[in-house]
C-alpha cells in the first residue's frame, strides 16, 4: 500500500485503532489481532464475499456487513460480536454444511478443520438439512489431483487461485438455481496440477491422488523383498516440521532422515545432491546456448512439472526454449536406478524409489514417458510433505521427538546451492554461481544472489559476468510466466535466463506442503534453506563431494549423462475432463 494513504481512526468493539484508506474492516482487524470468523478470506485471493460469516455491525448504518469486502471509513464503530450477528452467523454456517458432505476421516483438514470449529463455537448443528451435494461428482485431474466437488462450498476462491496462476481451468457454470465450481470442458484449458487450489481451498474440496489411501503403498513393497529408498526434496527440511507443531520456517533435515529411517528404510538420499547435477548441466547448457546464434535464448527452467505442463499445453511454441536438463528429483531417481544399483550389485528392477515431494505435480512428472531410462522408471512412488507427515503420524513417530541423525556424507550432503532449489530464485542462483565460475575461471565476489531473491511474483536482474550483462527473470506463477512470454513475442532479447515456477514462492509454497500458506509462511519457509546455505562450507555445485566422484565415475560417460540427465518435450493435448454429473 502506497505511503501516501490517509489514514484515520475506527472503533472495533469500543476501541479506536488506525486504519489506512482502501483497507477493509477485515484488514484492520487482523492487523490487530482481532479474531473476525472467516472462510472465504485468504489472502492471496481477492476478497470472495461468498460465505458471509465475516458478518459485522456498523453503529448507525442499518443490517449487517461483510468484514472482508466493506472499506473501513473513518470514525465507523463497528462491533464484530452481537445477537444479531451470532444469529446470522449460524444461519450461514447451517447452510454451508448443506453444501458440504463431510467425509472427514480423508480430508487434509482432519486435524485443523475450521467449519467444524465454527460449528462448535457457534452452537451449529452439522446434520440439521440434508446434503444438496450428496450426487455430485469427484473429478480426477491426472495422476495429481482429486476434486470432490461433493464437499465444495462454491466458495470461489480456487477460481480465483486457477487464475492467478494461470491455467483458468477452474470455472463456475450455472447447475439448476447455483453457479457451481467445476473444471473447464473447454479444449483450450487444462489443469497443470500446480495443486494450488488444493492448498487454497478452505474445505479440504481437493486432496492429492491418494492422499490418504496410498500411503503405506512404498514400505508394503520393502515386505516383498524390493530395496525400498527415500530420497526428499530441498523444500521439505523447511516445512515438514509444521504438520509437528513447530514454528514456521523450523530446519529438520537430520530429524527427517532419522524419521525415514524409523520406517525401516536404509537409504535416505537428500534431493538436493541432484539438484547441483542439475546446475552444472543446465549452467553448462546456458553457457552452450549463449554462444550459439542458432540456439533459443532465454534458456528457461524446467524442473517444475506444472511450468513444464503450462508451456506444452497452452504455449507450445516456446518448448525448444526450455533446457533439457532432468529435474533433481528424476535425476536422483535415475541415479540410483543405474549409478547407485551398479555400485550396490542391485536389480534397478528391484529397487523402488519413494519420493518426498512438496507437490501433486511432481505425481504427474514421475508418470511422463519422456523421463524413462529405457524401461527403468526413475522414480515409483510420490508422497507429498502432507502425506509423509501422515505416515510418520501413522506409525506414531513424532518429528518433533526424534533425535537428528547425521546426514550420509555421499548420497545426502548436499551444497548450499542444492539446498536453495525450494525456494523461488533458487535455481536460477545455484546455476549462475556455477556458470560465472565456468565463464570466469573465479567465484562471484558475492555468492548471494539477493536480485533474485524473495517471493515476490515477477523479478528481473542484470548480472554482470566479466564486463558481459546477463539479462534474467525469475517468475512464479504461470500467469507471470506468461507475462515473460507476451514480453519475448515483442523483444525476444528481453532475457538471456528465465526461471519459472508454477507455484507462489516457488516449491516452498507447492501444492504438496503443509496448509494453511500465506506470504508470511512463505517467507520463513524461504529463510529457513537460505540459513542453511549461510552455513555451509560448500555453496557451489560443482564442489560437491557427490558431483565430483559422480563425474568421475559415471557421468564421464556421455551416453550416461544423456539418459539420466537429460529428457525431452512435447507438444500436449487437454488431458483432463470434468466427470459428467449423475443425471
Ligand atoms: S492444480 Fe493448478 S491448474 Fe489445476 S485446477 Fe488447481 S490451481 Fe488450477
Ligand atoms: S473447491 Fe474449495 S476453494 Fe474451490 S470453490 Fe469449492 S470450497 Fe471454494
Ligand atoms: S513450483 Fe515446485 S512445488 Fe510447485 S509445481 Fe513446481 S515443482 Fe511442484
Ligand atoms: S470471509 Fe467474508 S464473506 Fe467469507
Redesign the pocket.
Known amino acids: 500500500m502506497s505511503k501516501n494513504k490517509k489514514t484515520f481512526f475506527i472503533k472495533i468493539n469500543g476501541k479506536s485503532y488506525r486504519a489506512k484508506e482502501g483497507q477493509t474492516i477485515l484488514d484492520v482487524a487482523l492487523k490487530n489481532k482481532i479474531f473476525i470468523t472467516r472462510l472465504c478470506y485468504h489472502p492471496d485471493t481477492v476478497a470472495q464475499g461468498s460465505c458471509r460469516l465475516c458478518l459485522v455491525e456498523i453503529k448507525g448504518k442499518k443490517g449487517l456487513f461483510t468484514a472482508c469486502n466493506t472499506q473501513a471509513e473513518p470514525e465507523m464503530d463497528i462491533l464484530t460480536d452481537s445477537k444479531n450477528i451470532s444469529r446470522a452467523k449460524q444461519t450461514n454456517l447451517e447452510l454451508i454444511f448443506t453444501e458440504h458432505c463431510e467425509e472427514c476421516a480423508d480430508c487434509i483438514y482432519k486435524y485443523n478443520c475450521s467449519i467444524k470449529e465454527f460449528a462448535k463455537e457457534n452452537k451449529v448443528k452439522i446434520n440439521k438439512f440434508p446434503d444438496r451435494k450428496k450426487d455430485h461428482p469427484v473429478h480426477q485431474?491426472g495422476p495429481?489431483?482429486i476434486?470432490d466437488s461433493k464437499k465444495c462450498i462454491d466458495c470461489g476462491i480456487?477460481v480465483d487461485?486457477?487464475k492467478k496462476?494461470g491455467?483458468c481451468?477452474?470455472e463456475y457454470e450455472k447447475k439448476g438455481d447455483f453457479y457451481e465450481v467445476t473444471?473447464s470442458s473447454d479444449p483450450k484449458k487444462d489443469?497443470?496440477?500446480?495443486?494450488?487450489?488444493?492448498t487454497h481451498c478452505p474445505v479440504g474440496a481437493?486432496e492429492g491422488v491418494g492422499e490418504f489411501e496410498s500411503i503405506e503403498e512404498p514400505l508394503k513393497q520393502k515386505d516383498q523383498g524390493k530395496t525400498v529408498v527415500f530420497q526428499f526434496a530441498p523444500s521439505i527440511r523447511s516445512t515438514i516440521g509444521e504438520e509437528f507443531g513447530m514454528p514456521h520456517g523450523s530446519i529438520v533435515t537430520g530429524r527427517l532422515i532419522a524419521a525415514i529411517k524409523k520406517l525401516g528404510i536404509e537409504n535416505v538420499f537428500d534431493v538436493s545432491v541432484a539438484a547441483d547435477v542439475t546446475t552444472i548441466e543446465e549452467a553448462k547448457e546456458l553457457i552452450e546456448r549463449l554462444g550459439d546464434k542458432k540456439a533459443s535464448v532465454p534458456m528457461f527452467t524446467s524442473c517444475c512439472p506444472?511450468w513444464v505442463k503450462y508451456l506444452e499445453f497452452y504455449q507450445p511454441e516456446f518448448i525448444p526454449h526450455l533446457t533439457s536438463v532432468r529435474s533433481p528429483q528424476i535425476i536422483m531417481g535415475g541415479l540410483i536406478k543405474t549409478y547407485w544399483a551398479e555400485k550396490n550389485n542391485i536389480d534397478p528392477k528391484d529397487i523402488v524409489v519413494v519420493s518426498i515431494m512438496p507437490c501433486?505435480a511432481k505425481k504427474y512428472e514421475i508418470e511422463r514417458p519422456e523421463v524413462m531410462i529405457g524401461d527403468i522408471k526413475p522414480v515409483d512412488h510420490v508422497l507429498t510433505t502432507r502425506e509423509f507427515a501422515q505416515l510418520l503420524k501413522k506409525h506414531k513417530i513424532d518429528l518433533k521427538e526424534v533425535k537428528a541423525v547425521a546426514p550420509d556424507p555421499f548420497i545426502s550432503a548436499p551444497t548450499g546451492a542444492g539446498v536453495i532449489y525450494g525456494a523461488s530464485g533458487g535455481v536460477m542462483e545455484s546455476a549462475l554461481r556455477t556458470a560465472y565460475k565456468m565463464i570466469t575461471g573465479k567465484k562471484l565476489p558475492k555468492l548471494e544472489l539477493k536480485q533474485v531473491r524473495g517471493i515476490e511474483g515477477f523479478k528481473k536482474a542484470e548480472i554482470d559476468i566479466d564486463g558481459k550483462k546477463l539479462k534474467v527473470g525469475v517468475v512464479n506463477g504461470a500467469a507471470n510466466a506468461q507475462k515473460i512470454l507476451d514480453e519475448l513475442k515483442e523483444n525476444p532479447k528481453a532475457y538471456d535466463y528465465v526461471e519459472m515456477m508454477?507455484c507462489f514462492g516457488g516449491c516452498i509454497g507447492g501444492?504438496g506442503q503443509p496448509v494453511p500458506v500465506n506470504d508470511e509462511i512463505r517467507k520463513k519457509r524461504a529463510q529457513g534453506l537460505y540459513n542453511i546455505d549461510n552455513r555451509k562450507n560448500i555453496r557451489m555445485a560443482d564442489e560437491s563431494p557427490f558431483v565430483k566422484t559422480l563425474y568421475k565415475e559415471f557421468l564421464a560417460d556421455h551416453d550416461n549423462v544423456h539418459k539420466t540427465c537429460h529428457t525431452t518435450f512435447s507438444k500436449k493435448e487437454k488431458e483432463v475432463h470434468p466427470t459428467p454429473y449423475k443425471k
Open positions: 485431474f495429481a489431483l476434486f480456487c487461485i486457477c496462476v491455467a481451468f477452474l473444471p489443469c497443470i496440477y500446480c495443486g494450488q487450489c488444493l481437493f506444472g501433486v508454477a501444492g
